[in-house]
């Protein structure tokens, strides 16, 4: 599977974005889809999967209300809206992908990665 990030940018404080990740390869919708993120000098953390269906979510506290994850299995797409973003929120934003719906919090347990985009909150 290739994965290919799109979407970021900058935006102000209290702003939307919404990143988007292509997927190519094999079959997208046996895949749990992931968005992970990284901080200028920090670790990557996880932030939210859905599972191959599109029906389970999962997020990380820090965005619970305001970022919502989605797929388009028919495009091969996931989706993730980002909604009263908040400085805290900058960081390059990659998506990933694993054939399987445990420990998705867990980068191990995922096996193709897309670039990253870039996400600038400003204050």
């Known amino acids: 599977v290739q994965l290919q990030a799109s979407g970021g940018g900058l935006v102000q404080t209290g702003g939307s974005l919404r990143l988007s990740c292509a997927a190519s390869g094999r079959t997208f919708s046996r895949y749990t889809m992931g968005w992970f993120r990284q901080a200028p000098g920090k670790e990557r953390e996880f932030v939210t999967a859905?599972?191959?269906?599109?029906?389970?979510?999962e997020y990380v506290d820090s965005v619970k209300g305001r970022f919502t994850i989605s797929r388009d299995n028919a495009k091969n797409t996931v989706y993730l809206q980002m909604t009263s973003l908040k400085p805290e929120d900058t960081a390059v934003y990659y998506c990933?992908?694993?054939?399987?719906?445990?420990?998705?919090?867990?980068?191990?347990?995922?096996?193709?990665w897309g670039q990253g985009t870039l996400v600038t909150v400003s204050s």
């Open positions: 859905i599972n191959r269906g599109g029906d389970s979510t």
């Open positions: 990933a992908a694993t054939p399987s719906y445990s420990d998705y919090k867990r980068e191990i347990s995922y096996d193709y």
